[in-house]
């Protein structure tokens, strides 16, 4: 059995004291999903339980994100960022959907949340702030799901963000500038799990087909069909599978947002949007340019025209270790649940814009259990609320504190061997480099 400090020993009594609070925290948000760039009323729960901490905070950035500071005369040392993600999906059939917004929490950002305000009640605490060598943002941030394409093409066109994923606008306007060092978490079936696997990064695309409306019925000859030229394009695309390399893990998935107007009409306009996934940017750009041909052969052989807007999404997400510092806090807390550490050697399809901040920083990533059926799901519910809430604040709150005592000597060693892929530069004019 670990032996804990006293300051630990303070963490975890401080969060067990506030269970109540922390579990009714993640409950409100868990029923009240909004999407991303609209998680106004989940950022105003957020922001007005940080100020009942009397903790500073920066408000409206990237339009929803807030970071709230702890120890900010102490930055010049170091700080870490507790990240909690604000958006949910929109499922409107599941059991706990925002009526309003159509959202559901299928991904667990309310545990994230839950998490980073359970560690914030802790790490507050006069005794505990003292031993903290550094300074500890809680930071929430908008938009992790990368979904309506169109509404955040729109965004951009009224100058509101620049990027679809919410910290890659985030980094854009310089609100990671001040940190060195993130923890982040996820959302699993069961266990505890510390470390992190590879995922696919992506770019956006929406394909738009303008066809000729003519009565449907009487003369669809004087007409031009834009749907029979996006069916077209997706079946170009479904025969380009086969030329994608497995071990790139290419993903493709388009939807269709606008069909038609009416049945009687042939459609003049047909929209569709989908993400290009792969393991690397290489084959990101490989499986784009055979995305933007196989629909530009649809519009050519029915006669219509094709306009496709490809825009940067997330940068793959790259492996991360079990620090020794997070180990040591999931074990310390684990009690009944098993603690793993993340096989390396796995790789998600999936994708999440931590990768483009790992791209630039060092990010400490951990997963809890505590849920049944899918991510991404009318079948995700939540099944156990210790994992997932208590421990998730626990596991949090305990790794800053290692991170952060004794001079901070283990956030400094992190951020030592750290090894950056871009510098922010780099990183801002690869993102630019679609829009040229």
């Known amino acids: 059995m670990l032996h804990l400090d006293d300051t630990e020993k303070k963490i975890i009594e401080l969060i067990e004291k506030n269970r109540k609070e922390i579990v009714e925290f993640a409950r409100d948000i868990y029923t009240h999903g909004e ?23 920066q408000e409206e950035l990237a339009i929803t994100g807030a970071k709230v500071y702890l120890n900010p005369e102490r930055k010049e040392n170091i700080s870490v960022a ?65 979904g309506e394409i169109e509404f955040k093409n729109k965004l951009r066109a009224e100058g509101k963000i620049k990027y679809g994923g919410g910290k890659c606008e985030l980094i854009r306007q310089g609100a990671f500038d001040d940190i060195d060092l993130s923890i982040a978490h996820h959302i699993r079936a069961d266990d505890i799990v510390t470390g992190g696997i590879t995922g696919n990064g992506f770019v956006s695309k929406v394909i738009r087909y303008h066809g000729k409306a003519a009565h449907a019925a009487a003369c669809p000859e004087n007409g031009i069909n834009a ?46 949007e989908t993400l290009v996934r792969g393991k690397n940017k290489n084959a990101i750009l490989d499986a784009s340019e055979k995305t933007d041909r196989a629909f530009q052969a649809g519009a050519y052989a029915i006669g219509a025209k094709c306009e496709i807007t490809t825009l940067p999404g997330y940068l793959p997400t790259l492996s991360s270790e079990a620090y020794p510092e997070l180990a040591r806090a999931a074990n310390a807390i684990a009690g009944k649940y098993k603690v793993v550490e993340a096989n390396v050697k796995q790789h998600s399809g999936g994708s999440t814009d931590i990768g483009d901040v790992q791209h630039l920083q060092p990010v400490i990533r951990f997963q809890t259990g505590g849920i ?43 951020c030592a061997e750290y090894k950056p892929t871009f510098t922010k530069e780099q990183y801002l004019r690869y993102m630019d480099s679609f829009d040229e």
Not at 36 to 43: H, N, P, V
Request: charge should be negative; charged fraction near 25%; hydrophobic fraction near 40%.
């Open 227 to 272: 749907l029979n030229a996006a069916s077209l394009g997706l079946s170009a695309l479904a025969y380009q599978r086969e030329t994608f390399r497995d071990e790139d893990t290419v993903r493709i998935h388009p939807i269709m947002t606008k069909g038609g107007n009416l049945v009687n009409v042939v459609p003049d306009e047909v929209v569709l």
């Open 372 to 414: 049944r059926g899918g991510l991404h799901t009318v079948d995700f519910s939540m099944e156990d609320e210790e994992l997932a809430y208590i421990v998730t604040a626990k596991i949090f709150a305990l790794t800053a504190y290692a991170l952060l005592r004794n001079g901070a000597e283990g956030a400094k060693r992190i």
């Open 82 to 146: 507790l990240i909690g993600e604000l958006d949910a999906l929109r499922i409107p059939e599941h059991k706990y959907a925002n009526q309003e917004t159509q959202a559901a929490h299928s991904c667990g950002h309310h545990a994230q949340l839950a998490g980073v305000i359970g560690a914030a009640i802790a790490l507050s605490d006069s005794e505990v702030k003292e031993k903290l060598d550094g300074q500890v943002i809680f930071f929430s941030t908008p938009a992790e799901e990368y």
């Open 35 to 57: 999407l991303g760039y609209k998680e106004f009323k989940t950022a105003e729960k957020f922001n007005c339980f940080m100020k009942g901490l009397q903790l500073p905070i």
